[in-house]
């Protein structure tokens, strides 16, 4: 006799706590800008990883396409009452976000990546490649104003706890209260303190690590739609990613951008080219809609102010 599938915590409940956290992001809209806004955050700061000829299909935008992707899928996981699982997703985050820069030490990622890339290394221990990022200069100069690194270690700490179940407190049924999938509004806040804290820390480590990030430059009048890919936040990207950081914090990255000699030339580049003439640009629009429609899709127009 067949024996009927069984489970206490079935679909029906998951997707009953699903519906209770949209309608309670829906009341607590704060709540959920906060999300989006760091979600959208994180997606953008994507932009800034280089892009060179050695680099192109080297792998070496694996670790954070990889921890993007683990964003999402801890956040969908605590929509539905997975919190403890939605919590270890987040230290993945945190680790893949944090191995990215490591392999970048030494701007050569296309070849340090490699071994751990194709599962020959074992992923290099987190405090470990922590504390190489912050022997950069960048990094001690900042961390001794906002001592990041020791809050980023606290981070890791914490979600350790969750990942390893320390206990009641931090196993799955100490989140949901019981031995099912159940709404928890205090679980699903702490979810969000930790996310908003963790894409925080790891767009201001890129922009320690790519100072150019912080540059406002006019790369849709100079380039078009043929802007470089990667190295560089354009016009859209930079305001995204700056909106999570509070004044502070802003003015130091600003100050060690501004001050950076290679920023400053590649600045001084991109402000001596010419404007992209107008019949140039239309020409680029026109190849790029005839490009889209052949694949069965459309072009987003850019804002006016952006043309």
Not at 55 to 72: A, D, K, M, Q, T
Not at 87 to 93: D, K, N, S, Y
Not at 223 to 240: C, D, I, K, M, Q
Request: glycine share 6%; with cysteine; aromatic share 14%.
């Amino acid at each position: 006799m067949e024996r009927p599938l069984f489970l206490i915590n079935d679909h029906k409940k998951v997707e009953e706590v699903y519906n209770r956290s949209q309608e309670y992001l829906e009341i607590h809209r704060n709540l959920k800008d906060a999300i989006a806004t760091h979600l959208w955050a994180y997606h953008e700061i994507g932009d800034l990883i280089p892009e060179t000829v050695d680099r192109f299909w080297s792998g070496h935008f694996f670790p954070f396409s990889e921890s993007y992707y683990e964003l999402e899928n801890s956040f969908e996981l605590c929509m539905e009452g997975f919190y403890r699982y939605s919590l270890f997703a987040l230290r993945c985050v945190l680790e893949l976000g944090v191995m990215g820069l490591y392999f970048d030490k030494d701007d050569q990622a296309h070849i340090d990546v490699q071994n751990w890339l194709h599962s020959v290394d074992p992923t290099p221990h987190f405090r470990i490649g922590l504390r190489r990022l912050f022997e950069l200069e960048y990094f001690r100069r900042f961390n001794g104003i906002f001592s990041l690194q020791k809050e980023v270690e606290e981070i890791y700490s914490k979600l350790s706890d969750y990942a390893h179940v320390r206990g009641y407190l931090y196993s799955t049924s100490g989140q949901t209260r019981s031995n099912f999938n159940q709404f928890n509004a205090s679980s699903l806040r702490f979810y969000v303190g930790l996310m908003t804290k963790i894409v925080k820390s790891i767009v201001i480590m890129m922009l320690l690590k790519y100072p150019i990030g912080m540059q406002d430059l006019p790369l849709w009048k100079k380039f078009g739609l043929n802007s470089p890919v990667g190295g560089f936040l354009n016009e859209t990207s930079r305001p995204v990613v700056l909106a999570i950081l509070d004044v502070e914090t802003r003015a130091v990255l600003q100050d060690i951008s501004d001050k950076d000699p290679q920023v400053f030339r590649i600045i001084s580049g991109i402000l001596a080219m010419p404007d992209l003439p107008e019949a140039q640009l239309k020409k680029q629009i026109a190849e790029w809609d005839k490009m889209m429609e052949e694949r069965g899709a459309k072009r987003e127009k850019p804002d006016e102010e952006g043309i």
